[in-house]
């Protein structure tokens, strides 16, 4: 038969099987990049649950599934329509994300009033969350094949990212310096004399406070601390303060400093309760050697009494008439607030005085060894650190701002590598984050140090630096609410108490801010009935929340972009205000106040949350006290987010449903801000811990999945590990990673107009990922999309191959055809008879 007799079932048999597309030259759209339509649709009252009703409307190969009630009401804008169960047909490989999140400008961000929640240790707050189950994804398996662990491949491409390169150089914009810093009057905290005895930082032992009375165990003198928070209930053995059993003028708590030392100030703080209202309105002071002989403090030549709280949680200082020289400080209320009780929590001010017994004094020395700039750093200070960092190491640094907070304050990122401002192939992304909470300042600290201290040791030919560096791209973003921080800054590490500038300028938590993915994927997994239509990972977000007038902050539309813009691996969160490593999920399945809610890939975030933890010289510290009213070093410092308490839109969530990054936060301390004194020791015990958590991006496996005929990198293929119900994707080169534990693993990877390939994987303990390359070989639709896209003539080969198929579908038909009319025919001669 002549080619062109053939040609013309051929171009029927196509348009059937290509859904109409035709010959045209102007086809430039492939297959993996077809749209795809979501739309949302407000719940009728009629279900008697007011909850949401979902629909999820698809085209070309998503096809249409039925709304159906979702388990939440959540009411997001009364003319917006709420978040949706999103579901995927068999086999679909397709892009997840139905709109690029791209932040807004400071300047429009819409002025709004918001009531800042009822903050935890952590900030636990209740917030509504809208649920989809992964499922696996049909694919064809090959012939498995072993592969061999060999070290990492040479790299040979390189693709330059969006965010370009910062001038420090450039003074700040004035309009953002008068928002800012009011330049009538001082900006700079409070300066001491002397540092703070560690009350607050546990540094003094609960042995060294003693008291005159206590109501019971829970109101002992050892909860005198400054800033401690007491747990939900009251009566328990963690309260917010000291309280004394008896309501007159003879009770105190002193302090064994245990050294002789110079006095200088106390500050002192209410009882933290939500259910009690107590604290001391004044106080006097006295001092001694040996706790028999007192002496008290003195105001020219009467007895100095101090100005003490008019409300439980904002510190006050009172400063020494004149410093007192002692061992022992007692803290004496005279008078309280009417309607509560006496209960105080304090910090002592105070300067150890050398001893001259000790023969050995550099014995007693604590710190570290290391030449870093050891204080703390507002906007201003932070933008030089980061300048003077880079001129020491231009090669390997580059300084890029992903946007801008409320008040016009840039979102500064330090990046290290052997190649700035490229992605390389085969080289995983990695990021810090610090600052969330702008009151949480150690994080930040210890990113500027991180930062000082590669450089230093780069130059220096560290071995391990050096590879750390050449072989991983690192972010590290120490501020990511430079407003909250510059609020708390001011008031300095004493006196900014323990919820001054947590929140953003707006009063938004940024720890509850991202889109709620949890509950999108939850309600899917309880409506769908055919689970293998169900999506495990790259969820997309709701529409309602990339609305400019929804409630979030600019900052975290910001980091959102610089999620999806770079394609990290692996990330840690910093706070502060507690001791322990939390892995997702952060958010209750069922609302629950606390439960433990895993993940597929519980076995390595614990393994990354261990890895933290362990080599953290406080956390593993076997004699430690609790911070304030969790014992975590019974779960061994490390614990489920969720199984704290829920979190509704954090970071980590987000971060592992909506890209393919795995993501922990880390508590660094007991004190959200530490006094400067207190940071070398800081940097010595988190050093070795920020330093081998980095070093686990390059655990499991990683590859590049390439067109078997062009070599081309082939993106968005989904990498599918048996077992583990939670894909990723390759990137826009075709290379990806795969977080793992050491074992073997069968992967799967499939991709829109290819045929899915599987292979064998094994992970070693070694400190190298496994090379898992992929091959992957057209489909004939996709062949012949692509010819017709560019005009071209059908191959010979395409054309038998598209006649085979034509003719097996159509023995399909008829054979389903047959089967029908034989059935009809049966019913019909059993009604005639």
Known sequence: MAPTVILLPLLTFIAVLVGGVTASPSLKKSASTVSHNLNYTQASSATGSGRARI?????????????????????????????????????????????????????????????????????????????????????????????????????????????????????????????????????????????????????????????????????????????????????????????????????????????????????????????????????????????????PCMNGTE?????????????????????????????????????????LRAEIMGCELPDPNNIYPWQAEEGTKDKLDFRHHNYKEMRKLMKSVNEMCPDITRI???????????LY????????????????????VA???????LGRELLLNLMEYICQEYKRGNERIVHLVKETRIHLLPSMNPDGYEMAYKKGSELSGWSLGRFSYEGIDMNHNF????????????????????????????????????MVAPETRAVISWMQTIPFVLSANLHGGELVVTYPFDMTKDWAPREHTPTPDESFFRWLATVYASTNHVMSNPDR????????????????GANWHTVPGSMNDFSYLHTNCFEVTVELSCDKFPHASELPIEWENNKESLLVYMEQVH??????????????????????????????????????????????????????????????????????????????????????????????????????RLRQLRIRKLRASTKLINQRRASQQRRARGAHN
């Open 55 to 295: 629909k999820h409307r698809t085209t070309s190969a998503y096809g249409n599934i039925s709304p159906k009630a979702s388990r939440f009401s959540k009411a997001v804008k009364p003319t917006e329509a709420t978040t949706r169960a999103l579901k995927l047909t068999e086999g679909s490989t397709k892009p997840l994300r139905d709109t690029t999140f791209k932040p807004t400008p400071a300047t429009k961000a819409p002025k709004r009033t918001t009531v800042k929640p009822f903050e935890s240790s952590k900030g636990a707050t209740k917030t509504l969350k809208p649920t989809v189950k992964w499922t696996e994804v049909s694919t064809k398996a090959l012939k498995p094949t072993t592969v061999k662990p060999t070290l990492p491949s040479t790299k040979t491409t390189t693709t330059t990212v969006r965010f370009s390169t910062e001038d420090l150089n450039e003074n700040i914009d004035k309009n953002v310096e008068r928002r800012v810093w009011n330049t009538k009057k001082s900006e700079e905290p409070p300066v001491f004399e002397c540092p703070p005895l560690g009350l607050e930082s546990l540094k003094v032992k609960d042995s060294q406070i003693q008291a005159s009375s206590y109501k019971r165990m829970g109101l002992g003198p050892h909860r005198g601390r400054l800033n401690i928070q007491s747990g939900v209930e009251d009566g328990d053995i963690y309260d917010g303060a000291w309280c004394a059993q008896y309501e007159d003028q003879n009770q105190w708590v002193q302090i064994d400093a245990k050294k002789l030392t110079r006095f200088t100030a106390v500050i002192l703080q209410g009882r933290g309760s939500i259910w009690s209202l107590d604290y001391v309105e004044t106080f006097k002071v006295q001092v001694s050697n040996d706790t028999i002989k007192w002496k």
């Open 303 to 343: 007895e100095a009494v101090f100005e003490g709280n008019k409300d439980s949680d904002t510190p006050v200082l009172a400063i020494l008439p004149k410093p007192a020289v002692a061992q022992y400080i007692r803290i004496n209320p005279q008078t309280w607030f009417k309607n509560g009780t006496i209960c």
């Open 400 to 410: 890029y701002s992903i946007g801008k907070s409320y008040m016009g304050l840039k």
């Open 413 to 432: 990122v330090m990046e290290i590598s052997d190649n700035p401002g490229k992605h390389e192939l085969g080289e995983p992304e990695f990021r810090y």
């Open 435 to 441: 600052g969330m909470h702008g009151n949480e300042v």
């Open 515 to 550: 889109a709620d993915l949890n509950t999108v994927m939850w309600d899917a997994i309880e409506l769908e009935t055919d689970k293998s239509k169900l999506i495990n990972h790259y969820f997309p977000i709701p529409e309602y929340y990339t609305s400019e007038d929804a």
């Open 625 to 640: 006290r609790p911070c304030h009213n969790e014992d975590f070093l019974r779960y061994n410092n490390i614990i489920n």
């Open 699 to 800: 655990r499991g496996i990683k590859g590049v999945v390439k067109d078997k005929d062009t070599e081309a990198g082939i993106a968005d293929a989904i990498i599918k590990v048996d077992d583990i119900d939670h894909h990723i994707r390759s990137t826009f080169d075709g290379d990806f990673w795969r977080l793992l534990n050491p074992g073997n693993y069968d992967v799967t990877v499939t991709a829109e107009g290819y045929f899915p390939a599987t292979r064998s994987c094994r992970v070693e303990y070694e400190h190298y990922p496994t090379i898992c390359d992929f091959h992957l070989t057209k489909t004939p639709k996709q062949r012949l999309r692509e010819i017709l896209a560019k005009g071209g003539k059908i191959p010979k080969d395409l054309q038998l």
